[in-house]
T-cell receptor
């Protein structure tokens, strides 16, 4: 009963490096999204996808890239890491974008940029 | 303008007592969903309860209930018979209809501490 799976759980990057956070869900959900959580704050939306081949920007998209080639996978790419991207990242999914559909979260990925 | 407001940064409750965590929201969309999530110290986000804008009755899930007052735009979470394991951050969130892309908007959270 995997649900939403994120890897890696912890990562340390140097400024300027790039990396990809992986996200996979096995619930056949059409809607997937990435959030970041900074200390003392709620989650903020980075990018989202309403289905394979469709992505859009959220509240804080700068410095991140996404693609959705399959229903199951929604990787988040950091293009050139900056210390301001030090955060906890959550991947999430729901059956659809409808207001009544619960969004389920992965366990989070702790990223530190030095 | 902030769409979800949680005015209590921190709350304390005695074990076995009930506690109410406040949440107010702002939207002009008639169709929306309100969610509460629990985030323990281990960091994961756990879904607790959902209330739809058209629901006539307040939602309940075990020890969790949602006090939904639509006219006041409030969706307070009530936890009955608090347990030590309820100590965590609690987030209120809203999902709007229309062209909002299904995104979930979060409040800043309330840290609940349950005292033995």
């Amino acid at each position: 009963n995997a649900g939403v799976t994120q890897t890696p759980k912890f990562q340390v990057l140097k400024t300027g490096q790039s990396m990809t956070l992986q996200c996979a869900q096995d619930m056949n959900h059409e809607y997937m999204s990435w959030y970041r959580q900074d200390p003392g704050m709620g989650l903020r939306l980075i990018h989202y996808s309403v289905g394979a081949g469709i992505t859009d920007q959220g509240e804080v998209p700068n410095g991140y890239n996404v693609s959705r080639s399959t229903t199951e996978d929604f990787p988040l790419r950091l293009l050139s890491a900056a210390p301001s991207q030090t955060s906890v990242y959550f991947c999430a999914s729901s059956y659809s974008a409808g207001v009544g559909n619960t969004i389920y979260f992965g366990e989070g990925s702790w990223l530190t940029v030095v | 303008a902030q769409k979800i407001t949680q005015t209590q940064p921190g709350m304390f409750v005695q074990e076995k007592e009930a506690v109410t965590l406040d949440c107010t929201y702002d939207t002009s969309d008639p169709s929306y969903g309100l969610f509460w999530y629990k985030q323990p110290s281990s960091g994961e986000m756990i879904f607790l309860i959902y209330q739809g804008s058209y629901d006539q009755q307040n939602a309940t899930e075990g020890r969790y209930s949602l006090n939904f007052q639509k006219a006041r735009k409030s969706a307070n979470l009530v936890i009955s018979a608090s347990q030590l394991g309820d100590s965590a951050m609690y987030f209120c969130a809203m999902r709007e209809g229309g062209n909002q892309g299904g995104k979930l908007i979060f409040g800043q959270g309330t840290e609940l501490s349950v005292k033995p």
